[in-house]
């Protein structure tokens, strides 16, 4: 029951960002036909830098409103090697984030069967995490200033904010996500020995928030002593929670050792569900490949089994990871990865795995 609907915005947006979300889409067109009931209404929007070559910016003023009438917002990447990234970034991709009040940041790593990991003598099973980064405040809140530019007095400061508002939140999405997976382990990332106050609440929160999880096991890990864990003891982690800071950080080092950042997703969520959350894949716009015809779509894909599960379709989500893993397994990969196949190969391959599976 219940309208089986979905209103994606699509923002493919710059580099490879139109090739990965065009197999993306056409990956959801073949989940639908697939699938009785389950409908996708895809509006496309042609922000990034080519609208801001065009407009000045990149995009329209009032983007946020178009944007709010849908679901869910699938996500390509932005960057041009002619037009400054903070101006790309902080145009299209964090005003969207902020504005939504998307605060909380899922990125799955798992190594995906056929994708060979860094880390010797492990595999398919040895690392399943989930890291939730906090993605509204800390030490990317931009409060801070500089004075005296350009005199040897010149200072600047860049101040992270905690709040308990913003850390009580992210601790109780962190710790749902950790209940609803079977390990129902949660780690909680920190450096309160050397950052007394913020690190030191977030710790404390942490605790609190904890009570209100009773059957979740967690413990707390310093996020220097961290970077070791994970590469010597994947095993021991499952659902971690880490400052927007240090799970920017940590998360590259996840996708690293899971293997390629062309198959690494990420969702930003609003989990009180006010504002379309948005999907997207790690990486970025990557104009050394542009063009070519070899940009890996795994991650697009995997993002969109991401937006499948917060759109509520769990069984088109787990058709879908079923068919990318289908797909790892037999070798048919992006050179990214050590394969020879194309972009169009490798979702010819997957669609081909929608229909086939049961
Ligand atoms: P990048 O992620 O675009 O590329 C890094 C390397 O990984 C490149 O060699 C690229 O070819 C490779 N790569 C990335 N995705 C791939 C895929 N799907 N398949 C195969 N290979 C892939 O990062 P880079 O080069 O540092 O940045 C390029 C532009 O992208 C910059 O303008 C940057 O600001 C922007 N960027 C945007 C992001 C976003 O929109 N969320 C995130 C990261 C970077
Ligand atoms: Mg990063």
Same mark, same amino acid.
């Given at each position: ?20 979300? !065009? &197999? ?5 067109? /073949? ?5 009785? @009931? *389950? +409908?996708?209404? =895809?509006? $496309? ?30 996500? !390509? &990447? ?5 037009? /400054? ?5 902080? @145009? *299209? +991709?964090?005003? =969207?984030? $902020? ?45 801070? @200033? ?213």
């Amino acid at each position: 029951s219940g309208d089986r609907t979905h209103k994606i915005a699509a923002i493919p947006a710059d580099g490879i960002g139109p090739e990965v979300i !065009g &197999a993306g889409l056409e990956v959801l067109h /073949a989940l639908q036909q697939r699938s009785d @009931g *389950l +409908r996708f209404e =895809i509006t $496309q929007f042609d922000w990034g830098s080519d609208y801001y070559r065009e407009h000045g910016k990149m995009m329209p003023e009032d983007g946020l409103a178009q944007l709010r009438k849908h679901d869910a917002i699938y996500f !390509g &990447a932005v960057g041009a090697p002619d037009i /400054a990234d903070h101006i790309t970034l902080w @145009g *299209l +991709r964090l005003p =969207i984030c $902020q504005g939504f009040d998307q605060y909380a940041n899922v990125r799955p790593t798992r190594i995906l069967p056929g994708i060979p990991t860094p880390l010797r003598d492990r595999g398919v099973g040895d690392l399943d995490w989930v890291i939730v980064r906090e993605n509204s405040e800390g030490e990317y809140s931009g409060h801070g @200033g500089r004075a005296h530019r350009g005199l040897p007095e010149e200072v600047a400061t860049e101040v992270a904010i905690f709040t308990r508002v913003g850390v009580t939140r992210i601790m109780r999405f962190a710790f749902r996500i950790a209940q609803s997976r079977p390990r129902k382990l949660l780690t909680v990332v920190t450096k309160s020995n050397a950052q007394r106050f913020g690190l030191v609440l977030w710790d404390e929160i942490a605790a609190e928030v904890s009570t209100e999880f009773p059957d979740v096991k967690w413990d707390k890990v310093l996020v220097d002593a961290m970077t070791v864990r994970m590469t010597l003891h994947p095993e021991s982690l499952d659902t971690i929670v880490a400052t927007n800071l240090h799970a920017d950080i940590l998360s590259d080092l996840a996708g690293a050792l899971a293997g390629s950042l062309g198959v690494a997703p990420t969702a930003n969520i609003d989990p009180e569900r006010r504002f379309p959350s948005m999907f997207e894949p790690i990486h970025g716009s990557a104009f050394d490949i542009t063009g070519k015809g070899i940009a890996n779509p795994i991650a697009s894909f995997w993002t969109a089994c991401q937006m499948l599960d917060h759109l509520g379709e769990a069984e088109a989500s787990a058709r879908l990871m079923k068919a990318i893993e289908t797909v790892c397994s037999a070798g048919i990969s992006t050179p990214d990865v050590g394969g020879t196949a194309t972009t169009r190969e490798v979702t010819d391959a997957v669609i081909k795995a929608i229909f086939g599976s049961n």
